[in-house]
């Protein structure tokens, strides 16, 4: 079966920074994204990673392990703006759709 | 950048009634389109998968005959929501996937769309 979980919430500080944790077990893998999404509102690419090790873009970091099924979203000098929804999404390498599978989502609040 | 329509982006129908979502690529030819649902607090849940002039895929519990899905054209995919009820109310997120070349993230990544918020009375 399909299984991706995340902490359902969590609460950092503006100017801090957090991790927000993502492990899987999937049928496939044929790579792992970020999305952020806030309420009412589409999910927005953050990551991808297909490879182990880490992925960095300004802010945003996001570090996979396959063999450990593992992967983390790693947001540095936090500001308001970053308070949203999370969600990891594995793609499935089955078939030849590779549709996106997603997480539960992490809904983070950033606190002043 | 790809950019993803979907309209309307907000409906309020009768219970009883049909509604059609369309969904269009703006600037790219899709393949292959997702559909989404995905209720308050929770995460996205992929209803079906539309390649473009085939019948769509559809994920288990989701009734093919309630929710008609047509992606007639490389840029244009619908989701019909047949007698609406009550519990369909929810927000219904479309993405697409560009026909790419070769083996990089653009060739597979899903560009969404802005959702289309449902409301049955």
């Known amino acids: 079966g399909q299984n991706i979980d995340q902490p359902t919430e969590m609460t950092a500080t503006e100017g801090a920074i957090v991790q927000i944790n993502c492990t899987y077990q999937t049928s496939g893998f044929n790579g792992l994204f970020w999305y952020q999404q806030h309420a009412g509102e589409a999910p927005t690419f953050l990551s991808y990673?297909?490879?182990?090790g880490l992925e960095e873009k300004g802010r945003f970091s996001s570090f996979l392990s396959r063999s450990k099924g593992y992967s983390y979203l790693l947001l540095k000098e936090l500001q308001m703006k970053d308070s949203a929804s999370y969600l990891c999404?594995?793609?499935?390498?089955?078939?030849?759709?590779?549709?996106?599978?997603f997480g539960t989502g992490t809904l983070l609040a950033v606190q002043p | 950048g790809a950019v993803v329509s979907q309209h309307p982006s907000r409906v309020i129908c009768k219970s009883g009634t049909s509604v059609k979502i369309e969904c269009r690529s703006l600037?790219?030819?899709?393949?292959?389109m997702f559909w989404y649902r995905q209720f308050p607090k929770q995460s996205l849940m992929l209803m079906a998968t539309?390649?473009?002039?085939?019948?769509?895929?559809?994920e288990q519990g989701v009734e093919k005959d309630k929710f008609l899905i047509n992606h007639a054209s490389l840029t244009l995919s619908t989701l019909t929501v047949t007698s609406a009820h009550p519990e369909d109310s929810s927000f219904y997120i479309c993405s697409a996937r560009s026909a790419g070349v070769g083996w990089s993230m653009s060739s597979y990544e899903q560009y969404f769309g802005p959702g289309t918020r449902l409301t049955v009375t």
């Open positions: 990673n297909v490879l182990d």
């Open positions: 539309s390649n473009e002039g085939s019948k769509a895929t559809y």
């Open positions: 999404a594995v793609r499935d390498a089955g078939g030849a759709t590779n549709k996106l599978i």
């Open positions: 600037d790219f030819q899709a393949t292959t």
